[in-house]
């Protein structure tokens, strides 16, 4: 449960969905460095990382399975060109000793492909990248809404039912257009291996890959933050500001996680034919954070306009104070046993010198009253 603020849901004054125009005007009046730390306060405490936890696992449950099914199925579907271009571009994207274990899974998936029970299992394979990704749209309406402050989903059959659309619409969208970006030099590569691209053709692809991967995943993060929250959202373009600084992020998570395992040899020598599935769970986990760093800048961005006090309900805990007093209490408690201890014996040590003062002195005035008693005797 997080503790953000409830977002109200605000209108323009005639009565119409909030546009960029609006967007824009709050966010000079508000101020963008002010707004930048309240939105990442309204993450945070919205169960942002969290939810950003679970989404990177969806997203990697998805992925994995759905490109092997595929590149196996291409062959089944008489598209072999396509398996080619997907088996090729899956080999090139993936960084380091991880190229050999993405190459051994791909070449067992065609052979999978070869018999009917392991057709079978392919076709399964892309129904649970199907449903991970239902999920993981489903997870990222849980994010939105408690982002926007919005504690209880949609019932499951409208929860997950818009789920599996907004997965075969905005989410694979979104997720070409990440791709056209990220892999768009190998994805060109492969295509002109596979189909005899000349010059002119890759040029081509090279300049067009960038806006249309960037427009795609752009118009499908507006899209996305429109549906997910359970409350009623404000228009297409208002929506493309978080969308943006989502996109923003990404692209610069993206940028420094490819060049931290280009760069550093002790990535690829710490995980092995291991590399390919952990650098994929930190790209997940690290564009999961974007999406819903993105999706509080624009509930923020709504809550300014709607005159909401803060990002942040105010702290049910106890205070510092509080919260020290059972540790200062319990240490107290024990130094002040201690010290009475060390008192005690202490005590118990002086008292025994001065016991044994005493006796040594009774037994010196014994021993002198029986030297004079004797010197009496010889007398």
Known sequence: MGTATKVPQTRSMSGEELSADH??????????????????????????????????????????????????????????????????????????????????????????????????????????????????????????????????????????????LMAVTAGAFMTVGFVVMVGGGAIGRALAKVYGWNDGMMDAFTLVRWPVGFLLALLSASVLFRAAPRRRQPGHTWLAFGALVSLVLWTVFTLLLALYTERSGTFGATYGPLTAVMALLLWSFLSSMALFLGLAFAAQLEACRGGSAGPVEPDPGPTAEEEREPLVGAVGAAVGAAVRELARLWRRRREGRDRASEAGSRRGGAAAAARGHAGERAG
């Open 23 to 164: 967007a824009w005007t709050t966010l000079r009046r508000y101020g963008r460095w002010h707004l930048i730390r309240d939105s990442f306060a309204r993450f945070r405490y919205g169960d942002g990382m969290t939810n950003s936890r679970a989404l990177a696992f969806q997203i990697c449950l998805s992925i994995i399975p759905g490109a092997i099914a595929l590149v196996g199925l291409s062959s089944v579907l008489n598209q072999e060109q396509l398996g080619q271009v997907l088996e090729l571009t899956l080999s090139r994207i993936a960084p380091g000793a991880g190229v050999e274990a993405v190459k051994d899974v791909l070449a067992d998936s065609h052979r999978q492909a070869g018999h009917t029970g392991g057709t079978l299992a392919l076709w399964l394979g892309l129904a649970t990248a199907l449903f991970s990704l239902t999920s993981a749209m489903a997870q990222v309406e849980r994010g939105a809404n408690r982002i926007y402050g919005v504690e209880r989903d949609r019932p499951f059959h409208r929860k997950y039912g818009k789920a599996l």
